[in-house]
């Protein structure tokens, strides 16, 4: 896969619109620290590692899927860079921005307190 970010997101997307309570990823560092991310945001309930690959479990509440859209932002061919200044509240804060900085994975909220900016991957509510 070129871009493991967007192969994860999307997965986890098509998982909550198929109703699957388990979905499998590809094993990288980087996948793992997103998905550290979304539990701490309440939109995946877990994940194991194994091998080469990641074993996510969904979240449902009121079964309800946890995730109602996604809206990728950086891409292979087209990096997007945003400054801390930049990043606006996702749907009135009901959402949530995904930011890579020199921090690690932040989301829209920290990296405005910590004063970070870095490359926006993703948007998701």
Excluded: C
């Excluded at 449902?60 to 995730?67: E, G, M, P, Q, V």
């Excluded at 809206?71 to 509240?89: A, C, E, M, N, T």
């Amino acid at each position: 896969m070129q871009n493991s970010v967007i192969d994860l997101i999307i997965r986890i997307k098509n998982g909550y619109m198929a109703r699957k309570e388990n979905i499998e990823v590809s094993n990288s560092h980087f996948n793992e620290e997103v998905l550290k991310k979304l539990i701490q945001l309440r939109f995946i309930k877990n994940f194991q590692a194994k091998d080469r690959k990641i074993q996510v479990e969904l979240l449902y509440k009121d079964r309800n899927s946890a995730i109602t859209d996604v809206q990728i932002f950086s891409k292979p061919g087209r990096r997007f860079y945003v400054s801390h200044k930049d990043l606006k509240p996702v749907l009135g804060g009901l959402g949530y921005s995904i930011i890579s900085t020199s921090k690690g994975i932040l989301s829209n909220k920290e990296a405005r307190i910590r004063k970070i900016g870095g490359e926006l991957l993703f948007t998701i509510w």
